[in-house]
Structures are given as C-alpha cells and as structure tokens.
C-alpha cells in the first residue's frame, strides 16, 4: 500500500500506434520533440559543456552515445548504469539509466539525497521536462531502447504539465480515522538523521485502514509505517512514544533498533513528499485491537545548516459493513542462507500459494551485499515473467499493482537474490547489517 519510491508500476511497454505527430520512429520523436528544444545547445560536441559530459545529443551521434554507453560520472558509472540501459526490458532497464536519474525531476529528492555525486537534474538551469515528456522517454527506455519502430504512444507528449514542489502544510484531519504527527524535530548538518516512534492507536475494537496520507517536510528521504508480527515477544515490542534512533551520534548503527526491524511488517510509506493511496473499493487492512504502529522517518540534510523535519500521517477507516476483502500482509522468506567468503552467490526460492491470491504490492528486503533481487511468476502462462527487481538494497522500490496482480493457486513467485560477500567470513541469515536477509514482503487479499 505504499506508493513507487522509487517511480515504478506494473504496467508494461508494448508496441503502439503513432497518432498526430510525425516521425518514423518513437526514437526519431524523443531527438525532435524533446532533445532538440532543450537538449542539444548544451549536449554538442563543440561546447564545453559536452566536452565536460563527454556527450552529444545532435542526430548524427546521439543514439550510439546514449543506449549501451557508460558515463562518464564516475559515481554513476561505478553503480552499474548505463546513460541508457538496453540490456533488459521494464524496471531492470529504467533503474540501470542514468538518463533517467538525470531528468525524472518528481524523483529529485531521492536524487539529491541517494546520489550526491551524480551531478545536477537536466536540463540544467531550465524547468524540467514535462511529464508526458517523461512518460515518454520512460515508456521507451523500459522497451528496450530501440532505434527504430513505435513503442510509445506520441499522444503522451500532449501533457504538457510539469513537476513542481508542492507547499508543505499540514494534513487536514480525516472524518473517519485518525491523524499522526511527528515533530518538529532537528536535523545536524551535513547528516541524516532515521528514527523510529512506536504509536499507540489504543483502539478498543479492530480498524479497517482503507486509506494513507502523508505530507513531509522538505528534506525527507522516507516515511514509513509499520506493525508488528502476530507473534512478537512482548520485551521485543518498543517502549510507547520513545524516539529510537538507528545510528548514534558516532554513526554505529543501534543494536536495540535493529532487533526491533526483524519484527515489523510494512503498511504503507512513501518518498514523496505528499502521498495518498486508497485500497481498491472493498478492500481494506484490519488493524486488530490495541494496534501498535512504529512510525520510521528519515532526512538527509547536505548543508551547512541545521534543517527542521516534520510529518503528518493520515489513517482513514472504513466502515467494517463495506469491507468484503480484507487486505494481509505477507513475508516471503528464505532462512537458508550461505554465502561463502569473497564469493558473489545468487540464491534461488520459490513460494507458491493455496489459494487463489489478489497481489496489490510487493517491496524486496535485504542488506548491504545485495547485488540484485529479483522476483519470478512461477507457474501458469506467465511462469518465468518478471515481475519485480530491485538494485538498491537500501532504498528498494515499492511495486503496486492496479488491477492486482492474480496468483492461482499452486502458483507463486521464484526469489532470485545475488550476493557479493566481498568479506573475508561467510555470511548467513540475521539481522545485523553484518549478516544478510531475502524477504519479499507483499500486500494481498483472497477470494
């Protein structure tokens, strides 16, 4: 329930239809309607600009200098991107192109706050790219990238809206729910400062949540809240309230803090500044008597100034007479770990369901050694598909599906994790950042 931190879907390319512009091909449109405007006076080989880039963006080279060619950004080129990446299709493609880091303006705050070292948005100094522009770019990027044929519908570049940075205020208060509020509260310069509050509903009867919103301050990488396992030992269970930080002041992670995460669950969250989702009409997650949520924020603060974070949360409630799917959580995980010292090892598993299953989102969970998650449909006529990966073990994407995505029964999903144990000790399953995890953690309901 938790919307794209990192900007995917579920929907995929396919082949479409020209209507109403001119061009052979979807490549030949981005070169004319969009680099040529307010791309190429800066990205010429003969400017210091694109001698500094090391790249041109007019017709006659444009093409062989994005798709298939490493930047020359060090800190990009060392996190495996490509400008553009066409060595797979979807979200492997999306998330290997530093093309799209450099222009997808709606996501600048995990760009400024993830990569400091990628240079600026483009274009530089202008106003970003509209978003059927984006739509655009990204809808071709995720099809592989091709030089020619049509896999983006031009009417996309009809949207001529652009991102702009909403005014934080506060939330107004749900009719039926309640409202959250964390801060204000400081953060030192040049740091980042996560934490964690466990709240109280002090619900005396089961909730249905059948809504989320959020609005953060500015500065905000993410928020999110979770709850607990069903069967959590009680001195496990944080104290009510208490600020839990996940580093100390020296930067060591907080062993106490940790041990809490192996309990939670994931609600829902964002990266966004401002987020609103609602569950499909008559569906909704219970949340049973004397819930306790554990609210997790974190901020990046770059300058040299102390900055202020603050966030509002929003739980609305359904009536329980109109709920006739009620929304589980559900965590894919593989205990047998064994990655030997200075070996990358991918481990496989697959989970399949008993019954007919209604996936609405999925959100991977490992440590530092991750390479690459990948999730596989198993069974059916999709068996092998693709339909989750994640590259950032930190900061994974969030992945909802609308419609939900259907599981029949005897089916289920393959979890394919790489490792790179760069260590000189073999690695197992556990909590601390110095061992390792493969959890798939998704929110579903049955017929």
Avoid at 353 to 364: A, D, G, K, N
Wanted: charge should be negative.
């Amino acid at each position: 329930m938790v919307s794209l931190l990192a900007g995917c879907s579920a929907d995929g390319p396919g082949p479409v239809q020209t209507t109403g512009h001119r061009a052979d091909s979807t490549w030949d449109l981005i070169q004319t309607e969009i680099f040529a405007g307010q791309c190429v006076s800066c990205h010429t080989a003969e400017t210091s600009f694109g001698r500094q880039s090391g790249l041109a963006l007019t017709p006659d080279v444009a093409y062989e200098q994005l798709v298939g060619a490493v930047p020359t950004n060090a800190a990009a080129a060392a996190d495996g991107l490509m400008r553009v990446s066409a060595l797979e299709q979807g979200m492997p493609g999306l998330l290997k192109s530093y093309l799209w880091e450099k222009i997808n303006a709606p996501d600048q705050q995990h760009f400024y706050g993830d990569h400091p070292y990628y240079g600026e948005l483009m274009p530089f100094g202008g106003k970003p790219l509209t978003n059927g522009e984006l739509a655009f770019i990204r809808t071709w990027i995720e099809a592989g990238a091709p030089e020619t044929g049509h896999v983006a519908d031009p009417a996309l570049l009809e949207d001529e809206s652009r991102y702009e940075v909403p005014e934080f205020k506060p939330l107004a208060k749900p009719e039926n729910g309640v409202q959250l509020h964390l801060g204000p509260f400081e953060i030192p310069p040049h740091s980042e400062r996560e934490f964690f509050v466990g709240t109280p509903l002090n619900n005396e009867e089961d909730l249905f949540l059948k809504r989320g919103q959020i609005a953060m301050q500015t500065g905000s990488h993410h928020f999110l809240v979770y709850t607990f396992r069903d069967q959590t030992p009680a001195d496990e269970l944080p104290t009510p309230h208490e600020v839990r930080e996940l580093r100390d002041e020296a930067g060591n992670y907080v062993l106490e803090t940790l041990r809490t995460q192996l309990f939670q669950l994931p609600v829902f969250g964002s990266q966004w500044p401002f987020f609103d989702y609602a569950f499909p009409p008559g569906v909704a997650m219970r949340l049973p008597k004397d819930t306790l949520l554990d609210l997790n924020s974190h901020y990046i603060n770059r300058t040299s100034q102390s900055t202020t974070g603050e966030v509002y949360v929003n739980l609305h409630f359904a009536d329980p007479a109109e709920v006739e799917h009620e929304a589980r959580l559900f965590a894919l995980n593989n205990l047998s770990l064994a990655l030997p010292a200075g070996q990358v090892t991918t481990l496989e598993r697959e989970f399949l369901f008993e019954e007919r299953t209604h996936v609405l989102q999925l959100i991977s969970h490992a440590h530092e050694k991750m390479v690459e998650f990948r999730v596989e449909l198993v069974g059916g006529e999709r068996d092998g598909e693709l339909t989750y990966i994640a590259y950032d073990w930190e900061h994974p994407p969030v992945l909802d599906f609308d419609p939900p995505l259907v599981i029949e029964s005897g089916q289920g999903f393959k979890l394919k994790t790489t490792y790179d144990n760069w260590t000189d000790a073999d690695i197992r399953f556990g909590f601390l950042s110095t061992d390792e995890m493969m959890i798939l953690f998704g929110i579903y309901y049955e017929d």
